[in-house]
């Protein structure tokens, strides 16, 4: 398999595990189920996005099998799912990220 295709082929991580067992199981097919795939993974990168901005970070789809993260001096770094996302979070912003950070919590009030 060349390195374009393996880069479409996707294992299933846990976050797009509801829509692909409710077709197919435990047997991972590609492209399968996509329309309500790629329609929840939008909809919790706009999730993520209300936190991330708070850290002056974006994060967007790639292809339906991963995501770039960006920060405002123009790094990006592809990542794999949203369990990897975190960590390169940190290391972009040189920051720990704290989800019970009274500025974040106010941030998500607004």
Request: net charge neutral.
């Amino acid at each position: 398999m060349c390195i374009l295709c393996g880069e479409l082929v996707i294992n299933v991580h846990w976050t797009d595990q509801k829509n692909h067992d409710r077709e197919y199981g435990n047997i991972v097919v590609a492209g399968e189920s996509q329309r309500d795939r790629v329609r929840d993974r939008l909809r919790r990168v706009s999730f993520v996005n209300r936190i991330l901005s708070f850290y002056g970070l974006d994060l967007r789809d790639w292809g339906g099998s991963k995501y770039i993260l960006s920060d405002k001096k123009g790094s990006s770094k592809v990542v794999n799912d949203l369990g990897d996302m975190w960590q390169e979070a940190q290391k972009l912003t040189d920051n720990r990220l704290d989800p019970l950070d009274p500025g974040l919590l106010s941030h998500l009030r607004v």
